[in-house]
């Protein structure tokens, strides 16, 4: 399947800056080959980073907000923050 994307022609190539073109659920740069994947429609133009950071990378790929529940609520994230000393102290720091 061919990738379509409505924004296509306002995407570049993070290492070279190489126009990008279509490819089999990707996109393929023009100048350095480099191919990024797109998953749901969404190009994932990221450039390897150091092994520290794609640990980092993929914990949160698998979960976004750890110990979060995805349907929590404001008032129920407002709760548990309020549970943090730390966050109490940015809360007064933040109120002037
Ligand atoms: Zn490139």
Excluded: I, K, Q
């Excluded at 749901?40 to 980092?56: F, I, K, N, Q, W």
């Amino acid at each position: 399947m061919t990738v379509v994307l409505a924004f296509e022609g306002l995407l570049a190539c993070p290492t070279c800056r190489g126009a990008l073109r279509r490819g089999d659920a990707s996109l393929v740069c023009a100048g350095c080959c480099a191919t990024y994947e797109v998953r749901h429609r969404v190009p994932r133009l990221r450039t390897a980073a150091d092994a520290r950071t794609e640990r980092v990378r993929e914990f949160y790929s698998v979960s976004p907000f750890p110990g979060y529940r995805s349907r929590d609520t404001l008032a129920t994230l407002r709760w548990r923050a309020s549970r943090s000393e730390f966050a109490r102290a940015l809360d007064r720091a933040n109120r002037g």
